[in-house]
């Protein structure tokens, strides 16, 4: 199978705080792959690892056939990676087309941009909003924004960082219908997620995380039913 993202023996040290040890799988290209584990579990840092906000302390990590080890995380977008943040990371003095416009800048030039920038707007639903300032939005409407910059860079491979948290349930359907639009686009999606029955629901395959290694991975039925992992969460870890 065509695999887009490797994770090779990754290993993050902070002094002697162990973030992540070792861990290792594969993301097949145009698969959805949930990312969970309990808090303090290495998830995302083991996202920041892959988008280049830090290097890892041993292993490697391999995109799209090139390895982007040590590579920064505005030369790993360029090469097609985009990735949101658990707390949206907003421009909040601009309007949503304009931080969508400054996304769209990392592939276009203006005039182009500015076009991919309404198109993207109105992909992720928010083209009502288009010139509402980024402050003045909804938890659910900062959570779209926070997709659409990444979809504006057109990646490839997007990284999810925890897009159904604060959310309500009505919410999280409509997230959860995003999320499926922008995979039968043909963008593979690496998501990190605490509400299980979305996982579950939207993910071709789970990588299960515990104290910073791989407890295991398989598919949401084979998670589901693990021994290790129903010890592991059912022994007072929250998800």
Not at 3 to 30: C, M, P, W, Y
Not at 85 to 94: D, G, K, R, T, V
Not at 152 to 162: F, H, Y
């Amino acid at each position: 199978m065509d695999t887009i993202l490797q994770i090779k023996n990754a290993t993050k040290r902070f002094g002697g705080l162990v973030a992540n040890q070792d861990v290792s799988f594969d993301v097949e290209r145009h698969k959805i792959v949930g990312i969970v584990g309990p808090n303090g579990a290495g998830k995302t840092t083991l996202f920041n690892s892959i988008s280049g906000a830090h290097s890892l302390t041993s292993g490697s990590i391999i995109f799209d056939g090139t390895d982007i080890t040590k590579k920064k995380s505005f030369d790993i977008c360029k090469m097609g990676m985009g990735r949101t943040f658990q707390i949206p990371q907003s421009l909040n003095e601009m309007t949503v087309w304009e931080n969508v416009l400054v996304a769209s800048l990392c592939r276009h030039k203006m005039a182009d941009a500015k076009v991919r920038a309404e198109e993207v707007v109105e992909e992720v639903g928010l083209k009502e909003f288009s010139n509402s300032l980024a402050l003045n939005l909804t938890v659910l409407q900062k959570k779209r924004l926070e997709i659409a910059r990444a979809m504006a860079t057109e990646p490839k491979l997007l990284l999810l960082d925890e897009t159904m948290a604060g959310l309500s349930g009505v919410e999280r359907q409509e997230a959860t219908e995003l999320i499926r639009e922008i995979n039968q686009k043909g963008i593979t999606i690496l998501m990190i997620e605490h509400v299980m029955e979305i996982v579950m629901n939207v993910s071709d395959k789970v990588v299960v995380l515990n104290s910073g290694k791989l407890l295991m991975e398989g598919t949401p039925s084979e998670v589901a039913s693990n021994e290790e992992v129903i010890s592991a969460y059912l022994g007072g870890a929250t998800w």
